[in-house]
């Protein structure tokens, strides 16, 4: 998924919420520039920054592949 698209539902997600960008990012315990960057698209985000601005909002992520079902029936351990 596009970077810029993440942002656009990262935003999205955000003022249906009655949020500011400040807000969200005290809620998620980042700085205020990381939810400034995330909307416009920037692509050097962390990982786990991400992951704290998305779980605030309730967004999850899916991944989704043909082999899914295949790793889904093995235990993690063994790969």
């Known amino acids: 998924m596009d970077s810029k ?7 999205f ?3 249906k919420a009655g949020l500011n960008q400040k807000d969200l ?4 315990g980042v700085g205020k520039t990381v939810v400034f960057d995330i ?4 692509e050097t985000v962390k990982y786990k920054t991400l992951i ?3 779980f605030v909002l ?3 992520i899916e991944l ?3 082999l ?3 790793f889904n029936q093995n235990s993690y351990e063994k790969i």
């Open 5 to 11: 698209i993440i942002g656009k539902i990262v935003k």
């Open 39 to 42: 909307e416009k698209g920037k």
């Open 25 to 28: 990012a005290e809620l998620a």
């Open 58 to 60: 309730n967004i999850r």
């Open 68 to 70: 899914m079902d295949l």
């Open 52 to 54: 704290n601005i998305l």
């Open 13 to 15: 997600h955000r003022k």
């Open 64 to 66: 989704k592949s043909p």
